[in-house]
């Protein structure tokens, strides 16, 4: 690392600071890559693995020999689209890292994580370690399992691997990731101003100006990002009246919101079919709140594919917006949309009535998704350079996520620039999926530099 100091109008003086690699993000994502960048890598223990064809596969490697390479993963990745992962390299690092997951049984993993020399690399983000989950309402449940959100090299816990957990136990196992696998040193708290790609700088692909909480700037420059923002901005209807003061688009927010409401009953408009939705109206509900629940779809799918006896709540949602009588202080209008959410009133479509109706509320939550912002990134402005469906605006991790080389995770219409995007911003949804993209964008950067040193 080498820093220096660059004068602007000798009116200020920034500081610049290089690293070989820039992290953006602190989520699951980026603290998965860190701890790879940091020197620790996985390699084969010589431990079989309860599918057959990729114990064979496993089987036709030497004793701690290195799973860091882009031909290895295509090899050990075949047939691993049969598991229903999102992505190929993660679903193979998901069930390498936990053989028996799905089955509950407790499985020796034939990965083991080896150390090598660290790359100097930078963490960028905005709050404490673990991204989303430390703005999260702390006592929700997790939807996967404990083992599921475990991160590469260390355990959540030893007792609770089957069991769904608090998005609290989360964010403090998040934190403790960091201090435990010494990945502290590697992180900075602070806001990214803008990023800016370097075409005719020899050694540097990139630039990112940061800001910390009390205003001061530093430049990063280095060869290589990995964009690992995830999906962290609440999607919003665009309809008058959305901004007002009691419309709130995050449970924590909701929640504070009814937290007002202690000497009368809330009544509430809950907007959205998806799990935040449902939380909501279980909040509302136990609070004792009037739950008017307005969605688009017309054929209720909510927590169809989850088992009963794990995620009941979710069950018992679906079951009111599905049959919508026998439930009082509930009321649901499947099919419709909301067009106006101004002055305590909301004006409801609904394709079964002649006539718009409209309903009163005290609190509404606009519980419709969220999307990434890569708004930082000066040379592509829009985001959709780095998208499959140009026709969209917003980066989806659903519908529009950055589309990325398989098996390196370098931004596919961008190669050779030194541009990874991995985690939710990929598609990779799920904490689970994220430590194999990890793997692929940090083994193409290790390879690169050692090819390039070698060179010279």
């Known amino acids: 690392m080498r820093d220096q100091s660059i004068d602007f109008n000798q009116q200020f003086k920034l500081s610049v600071v290089e690293k070989d690699v820039i992290v953006i993000g602190n989520g699951p994502a980026g603290l998965s890559a860190s701890f ?44 691993m689209d049969e598991y229903g992962g999102t992505s190929l390299v993660g679903t193979l690092f998901d069930t390498l890292m936990r053989p028996g997951a799905v089955t509950g049984l407790d499985i020796l993993s034939p990965v083991t994580w080896s150390l090598a020399l660290p790359i100097d690399h930078v963490v960028l983000g905005d709050g404490p ?40 136990e989360v964010a403090e196992y998040y934190k403790r990731y960091v201090m435990e696998l010494g990945l502290s040193r590697y992180y900075e708290e602070c806001r990214v101003v803008s990023v800016r790609h370097l075409q005719k700088m ?13 205003g001061n700037r530093i430049i990063y420059q280095s060869r290589f990002i990995i964009l690992a923002t995830g999906s962290c901005i609440p999607k919003k209807l665009g309809i008058r009246g959305e901004d007002e003061n009691n419309i709130v688009h995050d449970l924590l927010s909701f929640e504070e919101k009814l937290s007002n409401f202690t000497d009368r009953h809330c009544r509430v408009l809950v907007i959205g079919s998806g799990l935040s939705a449902a939380d909501a109206v279980l909040l509302a509900r136990f609070r004792n709140c009037q739950v008017i629940h307005s969605f688009r779809a017309d054929d209720v799918t909510l927590g169809s594919m989850l088992p009963e006896s794990m995620y009941p709540e979710y069950h ?52 419709i998704g969220s999307h990434s912002d890569l708004s930082f990134l000066n040379n592509f402005t829009s985001g959709l350079e780095l998208t499959r469906n140009e026709e969209m605006r917003e980066i989806d991790p659903k519908r529009n996520p950055v589309v990325v ?8 219409r961008f190669k050779g620039i030194g541009l990874h995007a991995i985690g939710s911003l990929v598609g990779d949804i799920y904490v689970r999926y994220i430590p194999g993209g990890a793997v692929a964008a940090v083994s193409h950067i290790v390879n690169t530099i050692k090819i390039c040193n070698n060179a010279h």
């Open 316 to 367: 018992k949602v679906h079951q009111m917006m599905k049959h919508n009588h026998g439930y009082p202080g509930y009321f649901a209008y499947g099919g419709s949309t909301v067009s106006d959410l101004q002055s305590n009133h909301a004006i409801i479509n609904v394709p079964s009535h002649s006539k718009p109706i409209i309903v009163e509320f005290d609190v509404c939550a606009v519980l």
């Open 36 to 79: 790879l960048l940091a020197g620790h890598h996985p390699i084969y223990n010589g431990t079989g693995h309860p599918d057959p064809m990729l114990s064979a596969r496993l089987s036709s490697l030497s004793e701690g020999e290195s799973l860091m390479s882009e031909e290895k993963l295509q090899f050990l990745a075949q047939g």
């Open 129 to 168: 370690p673990g991204g989303i989950w430390q703005r999260l309402d702390p006592d929700l449940l997790t939807l996967s399992l404990s083992s599921w959100m475990e991160l590469p090299g260390l355990r959540i816990s030893s007792d609770s691997q089957q069991q769904r957990i608090t998005a609290k």
């Open 405 to 412: 080389d398989p098996w390196t995770y370098e931004t596919s």
């Open 202 to 214: 020899p050694k540097t692909n990139w630039e990112v100006i940061t800001e910390d909480a009390n």
